[in-house]
């Protein structure tokens, strides 16, 4: 089962199978409730760490398949997706209700790793099937009038190029999801790289998520 998370809620998705995943979802949680050691208990002060818990979802222990590509989604239970007796809906409830996602994974040619993108499909019935302009490019409508924010940690790339095609990526997953943050036209600085530096990714966390502080209210659907 899915940890329980309410608004205010970081979700942390990650492969717990990996070490370095492992080390970045610490370390977040960590900035989150420094005085805490990493865990994921909520602070006392009156910056956005008092009003901020880490849920942490190791997606390799949950069971979630893969999407079919029916578009049943949309078009047959909209907003549910028809694959039952796993977590795929449950996992887009408690996107919802968070404050901000944030995805951490494997740099893959360039993309997400075989798990975290397993996750990142099975969100798509959050959207809506019709389209919006976007900065002149065609994306998805927003189904909910609130989504969370929506940051990347990503390791393991193998060349400055597929580092450099993984910001372009995660950017555009960004716009599509509809993440309150990209309104600002610069959304990679919500993809970080992980190179071992555990006080440089707490400062990049640190600083992004405070800058949407503002985005901390909205309804959840039931």
């Not at 996602?101 to 075989?114: D, E, P």
């Amino acid at each position: 089962m899915l940890p329980t998370t309410t608004l205010k809620d970081i979700l942390v998705l990650y492969d717990g199978r990996e070490g370095e995943a492992r080390a970045i979802s610490g370390a977040i949680s960590g900035a989150i409730n420094p005085d805490d050691g990493g865990a994921a208990a909520a602070g006392s002060r009156s910056d956005y760490r008092s009003a901020a818990t880490a849920s942490l979802v190791d997606v390799s222990g949950i069971p979630v398949r893969d999407c079919c590509g029916c578009f049943g989604c949309w078009v047959r239970t909209p907003g549910l997706c028809i694959l039952t007796g796993d977590e795929g809906n449950e996992l887009c409830h408690r996107t919802l209700e968070a404050r901000a996602v944030v995805f951490i994974s494997r740099i893959t040619w360039g993309g997400y790793s075989g798990a975290i993108k397993t996750v990142a499909d099975r969100m798509l019935p959050l959207l809506h099937p019709d389209f919006r302009r976007v900065n002149g490019a065609m994306h998805h409508r927003m189904r909910y009038s609130r989504m969370p924010r929506l940051l990347t940690v990503g390791y393991g790339g193998r060349t400055a190029g597929e580092e450099e095609t993984f910001l372009r990526y995660t950017a555009a997953h960004r716009t599509n999801f509809g993440a309150p943050d990209d309104r600002n036209g610069n959304s990679t600085r919500f993809t970080t790289i992980w190179r071992g530096d555990t006080g440089a990714l707490r400062r990049w966390f640190t600083a992004v998520i405070a800058e949407g502080r503002r985005d901390t209210t909205g309804e959840v659907p039931a």
